[in-house]
């Protein structure tokens, strides 16, 4: 549904990462050398958010990209791409009719194999620990949880 999808957008970019700004430096003119390095930032307001009613709030994230090399594989040029970066979000949110100040801080690493030749991200693996805080508005209780994941994703033509 619609829904699940709008929700789907919503947690990746909580905790993904968002922002597919690594195409950025593999336009035909722009090839960049083994080493550089290149951020992209952002700011973004959520008016949703996966397990929660009437949530609104904010998230800066940015991830930074070092381009390591190419290789031809299978006839194409294959980049190596290495990608970390940050999340901070604050937001209030209905949690079972309860008004919670909830706040996610988030740190991801991982590696991007992007295909210049076709323009495609072909493998992709990602680390990312998230904290999360909530504060329940009505009595200040504190409610902490962690999270950990690791993923790998693979496409094929």
């Known amino acids: 549904s619609e829904e699940v999808m709008e929700q789907g957008e919503t947690y990746n970019d909580m905790f993904m990462g968002g922002g597919d700004n ?3 430096p593999f336009a035909t003119d722009t090839l960049q050398k083994p080493g550089d390095t290149w951020k992209f930032e952002y700011k973004k307001e959520h008016d949703s958010f996966p397990g929660t009613e009437d949530a609104e709030g904010w998230q800066k994230k940015i991830t930074e990209y070092t381009f390591k090399k190419v290789k031809k594989k299978k006839g194409n040029m294959v980049a190596y791409i290495k990608t970390k970066g940050t999340s901070y979000a604050e937001m209030y949110q209905d949690i ?4 919670y100040r909830g706040i996610i801080e988030g740190k991801w690493e ?8 076709r323009g495609v ?3 992709s693996t990602i680390k990312a620990e998230t ?3 909530n504060t329940n508005l009505e009595n200040d ?3 902490k949880f962690y999270q950990t994941l690791e993923m790998k994703m693979k496409w094929k033509k």
């Open 22 to 24: 690594f195409f950025f």
């Open 110 to 117: 991982g590696d991007i194999r992007f295909d210049i030749t």
């Open 131 to 133: 904290i999360v805080t």
């Open 121 to 123: 991200v072909i493998k």
């Open 141 to 143: 209780e504190e409610e």
């Open 96 to 99: 079972w009719d309860r008004e």
